[in-house]
């Protein structure tokens, strides 16, 4: 079976700080890899993926992560936060088929 | 292109009573999902179609949840009776891949209150 673990449900950064949002998964074979965005009262929007090749995947708004197999994680990252960043963040594992099982989430807030 | 569409986005209502909900997925994606998310949680696959079929309803409580998909687009989920653990956020998603790493794409939600 699949899992996914997301450290900490409430990260806090300041504008311009970096952030780092941490996703480890459990998975008995090669995982595809997802972060999805949540803002309030919305769905779910992809950031990125992995599915293969370069471990160093680049997203939409700046973000990007790094598979780490060694490591069995998946974190997200980006240089300088912004407002617009404060959202709920979710990383989802894809190893059955196309069906996602997603972490608890993160939710970042960013302050002034 | 427009999106996945779910009505309504919004519902209340009382225990043991019966609600369904609508998706219109994208066109021409082959998948359709529907999940659960409760308050503070990530969302939890219920079922998945692929055209009008079952893929996977393995966590699918199959006693007050039942969900189609007549003819391979729209899909609605129902459930009947309802209980207090079923307020949540039910989440419709449709993807154009059958293999895993298909990016799926998510409708808006309808939030559910069981008072």
């Known amino acids: 079976a699949q899992s996914v673990t997301q450290l900490g449900s409430h990260v806090s950064v300041s504008e311009g700080a970096l952030v780092l949002l941490r996703c480890n998964y459990s998975?008995?074979?090669?995982?595809?890899l997802f972060w999805y965005v949540q803002y309030p009262n919305q769905g779910l929007q992809l950031l990125l993926k992995?599915?293969?090749?370069?471990?160093l995947v680049k997203g939409i708004n700046g973000f990007e992560a790094e598979f780490k197999k060694s490591e069995t994680s998946f974190h997200l990252t980006k240089p300088s936060a912004h407002m617009s960043d404060a959202a709920e963040y979710f990383c989802?594992?894809?190893?059955?088929?196309?069906?996602?099982?997603f972490g608890g989430g993160t939710r970042l807030m960013v302050k002034p | 292109e427009a999106g996945v569409a779910q009505s309504p986005r919004y519902k209340i209502i009382e225990k043991r009573q019966s609600v369904a909900f609508w998706c219109n997925p994208i066109?021409?994606?082959?998948?359709l999902y529907w999940y659960q998310q409760i308050l503070g949680q990530g969302p939890k696959l219920l079922i998945q179609?692929?055209?009008?079929?079952?893929?996977?309803d393995s966590q699918l409580p199959k006693d007050r949840f039942s969900a189609e998909r007549l003819k391979g687009v729209d899909s609605t989920l129902k459930i009947q009776p309802a209980k207090l653990e079923d307020s949540a956020v039910y989440l419709c998603?449709?993807?154009?891949?059958?293999?895993?790493?298909?990016?799926?794409?998510f409708g808006q939600g309808t939030r559910l209150t069981v008072v």
């Open positions: 998975s008995s074979v090669p995982p595809y």
């Open positions: 992995y599915t293969t090749g370069a471990t």
């Open positions: 066109s021409g994606h082959a998948t």
């Open positions: 989802a594992v894809d190893n059955a088929g196309n069906m996602l099982t």
């Open positions: 998603a449709s993807s154009l891949y059958k293999g895993p790493g298909g990016e799926a794409f």
């Open positions: 179609f692929q055209n009008n079929g079952v893929v996977d």
